[in-house]
């Protein structure tokens, strides 16, 4: 008896789209509070910040329009995303991706892309607000169409290993809480405050080199040589988050 | 599949307590499946069912053995299996966000279709299983019936030439349970699709199965056709009396009785040759043994019965 035709596989680009298309529907429908709060909440530090940091494009003032910003990436693509997957593999929902004949790379990627570009409004919102609050110079805000899908691939491909690796759905819970509280902490302060070892810290956090490419764009004449090197560590970055994120969802969802 | 066992290393106990032993989900099972053939894996929780499927859909890497599905080896390829077959498993948590439609479609453009064909096959199988009027809606919105029969649905989107369903009708009612069936029948009749099916539900396995392997603790107790397997228990029926009252023990047809059924609170179950039952059901039905009575039925074998006289230890079956 001759073997029965496999049916095609799908490739890397078509199942990324519908995973992508499906993932944003579905961020549509039950995430947008959400992304109300991430706004707000960096709104919120923006004002509190204000009162001890003067407007104008000082450097602190910068670092915290930037970091605010930045956040609102890391609150969606690391903290939920991080959630998303760690209840999906606890649930056994990564079976259903397992049996469809899709390489796993669309599935983490699709997912990631869909959870980075959800946050765009939240993040031009938040600049937007900052550059106003702040007297900051709003023209190379169009820097941003480069550092969220950079900065968005490299937190959201975190976020997925962490909630893909973590052995328990509370643990990818908190582990993208601490991630969350790290981007915050790191990313809104302004990076010649912090202690020498904290420094080191931030040098290892992707979002870091997101919020510093938008902190030298926000001035009136900035060094883009400067914003280009940190978007090219960001995008190094983000490509290695991804690969790590694509090689936790093969190793959770094949046993 | 030939062979097949897996085991799980045995789960963490609490500190002092014995190390808990390894566990053996699946024992040594062979089984043949024709094409075309809607064959069923009945047996009560535990018994190493989903296991056995996950096994024979690539999820599950066994132990040992073999598992040859339409002329590919799946231990060796399990990368195959999604190209083979589609898996219904038991949890929706992957599409719960996502509109029933949308549901549907995505899983058909995942199974390799066109977004034409998709939107097409959507519409049908939406069409086919009456799904229309929640097709809007989020899964996680749904009833607990309907939301299965959403992920029928997309089990159902883009053509396979094997279906492996793991207890489809769980928590459905009985139209939507029929619907399904019948997308089933229609499949095999159709298109010469083979069915595996997990049910712990012995009306489903008498419906729609052609042939059924009883499982119990990871084996194979019995693999037979639904009429075969009955024929085993021979010509047994089983009676079941429901007492309203303390029955009268005092009586001596009555103690005789209690003494060879299995009691649960106020109903007995007996399994008897139906001359003895007959005499029974006269003993139960005259003096103070009627006045105590509150129900009484009597019905030939179903699976259940088998599934009992073969040395199955859970009473897990589900019957309505």
């Not at chain 1, 995303?81 to 606890?90: E, I, M, T």
């Not at chain 1, 079976?95 to 959800?118: C, E, I, K, Q, R």
């Not at chain 2, 799904?131 to 939301?147: D, F, I, T, Y």
Request: charged share 20%; with cysteine.
């Amino acid at each position: 008896m001759s073997a029965h035709p496999l049916a095609p596989g799908v490739g890397v680009w078509p199942a990324l789209g519908a995973v992508y298309r499906a993932q944003l529907s579905r961020a549509r429908v039950a995430r947008i509070p959400l992304l109300f709060v991430a706004t707000f909440q960096s709104i919120g530090i923006m004002i509190l910040m204000r009162g001890v940091v003067d407007g104008g494009d000082g450097e602190e003032a910068r670092a915290v329009v930037a970091g605010s910003a930045v956040l609102v990436v890391a609150f969606v693509a690391l903290n939920l995303l991080a959630q998303y997957f760690g209840q999906l593999r606890a649930a056994g929902g990564l079976d259903h991706y397992a049996t469809l004949p899709v390489p796993a790379a669309a599935v983490a990627l699709g997912t990631a892309a869909a959870y980075a570009s959800f946050t765009v409004p939240g993040v031009v919102v938040t600049a937007v607000a900052g550059g106003l609050l702040y007297q900051l110079p709003l023209g190379g805000l169009w820097v941003l169409l480069a550092v969220v899908p950079l900065a968005g691939a490299a937190l959201a491909g975190l976020g997925a290993a962490l909630g893909l690796l973590a052995p328990r759905a509370e643990l990818a819970t908190l582990c993208g809480q601490l991630g969350m509280s790290a981007a915050l902490l790191l990313g809104v302060l302004p990076e010649g405050r912090l202690p020498e070892p904290v420094r080191l810290l931030r040098d290892l956090l992707p979002s870091s080199y997101g919020v510093d490419a938008l902190a030298v764009a926000l001035v009136p004449r900035p060094d883009w040589g400067s914003v280009v090197a940190n978007l090219a560590v960001c995008a190094g970055v983000g490509a290695a988050a991804l690969a790590l994120a694509t090689w936790a969802y093969r190793r959770a969802a094949l046993r | 599949m030939r062979g097949l066992t897996k085991t799980y290393p045995g789960g963490r106990r609490p500190r002092g307590a014995p190390p808990a032993g390894p566990v053996t989900a699946s024992r040594d099972i062979a089984l043949d499946i024709a094409r075309g053939e809607v064959f069923g894996l009945l047996g009560p929780n535990g018994a190493g069912k989903t296991t056995l499927v996950r096994q024979l859909t690539g999820l599950l890497r066994p132990d040992a053995g073999s598992v040859t599905l339409l002329g590919h080896d799946l231990v060796r390829h399990p990368r195959r299996a999604p190209r083979l077959l589609a898996y219904l498993g038991q949890e929706s948590t992957a599409l719960d966000e996502l509109t029933v439609a949308l549901a549907i479609e995505t899983t058909a453009r995942l199974r390799g279709l066109d977004a034409d064909v998709a939107r097409r096959e959507r519409e049908a199988v939406v069409e086919e299983l009456d799904l229309a009027a929640v097709a809007a809606r989020p899964l996680k919105r749904l009833s607990g019936g309907q939301r299965r029969l959403a992920c029928v649905a997309a089990a159902l989107a883009g053509r396979r030439p094997v279906l492996v369903l793991d207890e489809p009708t769980a928590g459905m009612d009985p139209v939507a349970r029929r619907a399904v069936w019948a997308a089933i029948d229609r499949r095999r009749a159709c298109d010469g699709t083979t069915v595996v099916l997990v049910t712990h539900n012995v009306i489903e396995a008498e419906t729609v199965l052609d042939r059924v392997a009883v499982l119990d603790a990871g084996r194979v107790i019995a693999c037979d056709t639904p009429g075969g397997l009955k024929a085993l228990v021979g010509t047994d029926v089983r009676l079941e009396l429901v007492w309203r009252d303390e029955p009268p023990l005092g009586e001596p047809e009555i103690a005789a009785l209690r003494a060879a059924a299995t009691v649960a609170g106020r109903r007995w179950t007996l399994r008897l040759p139906a001359d003895r039952a007959r005499e029974a059901v006269a003993a139960v039905t005259a003096g103070p043994a009627f006045a105590a009575l509150d129900d009484f039925t009597l019905a030939t074998p179903s699976l259940e019965d088998v599934y009992l006289a073969l040395g199955g230890r859970g009473a897990g079956l589900e019957r309505s």
